[in-house]
């Protein structure tokens, strides 16, 4: 059992967009949260990238770390026996206007 | 009962041959850490020319390396901290160190370790070089030589790959039900990747590589015996055997290519067109045809036709129309293209090609060059042959096919 981050890469011009696609979006992460809430263990939406503020070698700067077309836009975190299992469970992540990314949570000990 | 060293090494080499991927598949599930058993089952060969020497042969070498490597990987542990974690597993008759998800569904644990080698959140180049150095026990040093890439690069690529297996948590099992058949096509993939590599040396001075078109028909026959129902390993299997058949007549004097029109078809191996045209049948017969079914059902056409000239081109033409909805691909397009050609004359199979030139996939692949030389030399267009040929030379880094596109230019009047 281990745990795994589900990044969410979307392009943000979908959801300010607005509209039905949006609406069934926001939907689809309800309901996700409720099919796995037992493997949940976090997960939140972030506000958009126009809200960043970037540190590198202590310069403070506007805007995202990396800029790019499809951006970090929420994450969840999971619990799963085995990659296999986490995939399954991503799968289930609502992603309209791009996709995800898995990554292992680091264990120590 | 002591035995010969010559008896002995023989008898360790083929236990390697044949013998490797069943006692690494069953020790990593045991430690439930790939790179420890390896290592160990490593040692226990070592061990083996040893103690085989002083006490004779086993009647089950298999079961004598994987007991050997079983206590190395013990010693090991106890030696180390995760002895606590995993001592009750090693120490069981066959307690399983992985979790054994449904290990009376799939018994061999060699599918496990092929499934897990061949997992796709691993790059596919790594899937192949872990095949070779997993299942098929090939050094890192071999691995890297059948693919074309240094030894420092390849140690690299199965080294990440690894860590990418044990830090994602890629498990060790044969995939469920809903996800089999797609699991079973990218083993598939790597195993046909493997034969294509050896089938058509990329560079060098050889055509082909048979160290990895031997490894690649070895999968396929334990893929056959595993997964006897699969139409893809079906195909797959009938692909190698149909195509390996003629492997003999490809090269002539001093490895010069003959093409198929020249191939002296006597010497084919007709034990596995036999035994290639059998499984076409058998994987023709599940719906829908596996891409490798259809592949090896033209294969079986050119293999059972009793000259080139009565080649039975638009049967060939029908089912690269069938496969090219199935995997639509360049390449397919391109070999359809040639079958068109053959089929209805060198002006439709240049119409044919010439719908392809901008395709980007084949910008770069010298077999779309060589058949557009090849309807214009047919058509007596030889200015516009020199060039295609003169193009396709440009693209191949292999030495047979280099001296065949040289020969052709010179051969023009």
């Known amino acids: 059992m281990g745990q795994y981050l589900v990044l969410i890469y979307e392009d943000e011009a979908g959801w300010q967009a607005g509209g039905p696609a949006v609406e069934a979006g926001l939907a689809a992460h309800q309901a996700f949260g409720e099919k796995h809430k037992d493997v949940l263990c976090g997960g939140q939406a972030l506000q958009p990238t126009s809200t960043a503020t970037s540190i590198r070698d202590g310069v403070v700067s506007d805007g995202p770390f990396v800029e790019t077309k499809e951006v970090l836009g929420g994450y969840y975190l999971i619990e799963a026996d085995d990659l296999d299992a986490a995939l399954a469970i991503a799968k289930d992540v609502p992603a309209p206007f791009g996709g995800v990314e898995v990554r292992p949570v680091m264990t120590t000990g | ?19 490797w991927a069943r006692v690494l598949a069953t020790v990593a599930r045991l430690t439930g850490d790939l790179d420890l058993a390896e290592e160990c089952v490593q040692d226990a060969y070592g061990k083996a020319l040893i103690a085989w020497a002083a006490d004779g042969i086993p009647a089950n070498p298999a079961a004598w390396l994987t007991t050997a490597a079983r206590r ?20 069981g008759p066959d307690a399983g160190g992985w979790p054994d998800h449904g290990s009376g569904v799939w018994p061999d644990d060699r599918l496990r370790l092929l499934f897990t080698c061949c997992h796709p959140a691993l790059a596919v180049e790594a899937q192949v070089a872990l095949t070779l150095r997993l299942l098929c026990g090939l050094a890192t ?3 890297a030589r059948g693919l074309l890439v240094s030894e420092a690069t390849m140690a690299a690529r199965i080294t ?3 860590k990418k297996i044990a830090a994602a948590g890629i498990p060790y099992r044969v995939p469920g039900p809903a996800h089999l058949p797609e699991r079973i096509d990218a083993v598939c993939h790597v195993v046909y990747l493997l034969y294509t590599a050896g089938h058509t040396a990329a560079a060098g001075t050889d055509l082909t590589r048979p160290d990895l078109t031997e490894r690649a ?3 396929a026959r334990m893929l ?24 003999d007549t490809r090269t002539g004097h001093q490895g010069r290519l003959q093409l198929m029109a020249d191939q002296d078809r006597t010497r084919w191996d007709r034990a596995a067109i036999t035994e290639g045209a059998a499984l076409v049948r058998e994987a023709l017969r599940m719906r829908p045809p596996s891409r490798y079914a259809l592949q090896a059902a033209i294969a079986a056409v050119h293999a059972e036709s009793p000259s080139f000239e009565d080649t039975d081109w638009a ?8 496969l090219a909805a199935r995997w639509p691909s360049p390449v397919v397009a391109l070999n359809r293209a040639v079958a068109a050609g053959f089929a209805h004359g060198p002006s439709a199979g240049l119409a044919a090609l010439d719908e392809l030139a901008t395709e980007p996939q084949l910008a770069q692949y010298p077999y779309l060059a060589a058949a557009r030389a090849d309807f214009h030399r047919r058509l007596g267009h030889h200015d516009d042959a020199r060039l295609a040929y003169q193009e396709a030379l440009i693209l191949t880094g292999n030495r047979a096919e280099r001296d065949y596109l040289t020969a052709r230019i010179t051969a023009l009047p």
């Open chain 2, 224 to 247: 056959r015996l595993l997964l006897p129902g699969n139409t893809s390993v079906a195909g797959l299997l009938a692909l190698i055997l149909l195509t390996d058949a003629r492997s």
């Open chain 2, 160 to 162: 990440r790959a690894k």
């Open chain 2, 217 to 219: 028909l070895d999968l």
């Open chain 2, 72 to 91: 190395l990987a013990l010693d090991q542990l106890r030696r180390s901290a995760t002895l606590q974690r995993k001592l009750p597993l090693l120490a």
């Open chain 2, 315 to 322: 049967e060939i033409l029908a089912l690269y129309d069938l």
């Open chain 2, 141 to 143: 040093a071999e691995v």
């Open chain 2, 1 to 19: 009962m002591a035995a010969s060293s010559a008896a002995v090494h023989a008898a360790v080499a083929d236990a390697h041959r044949q013998q």
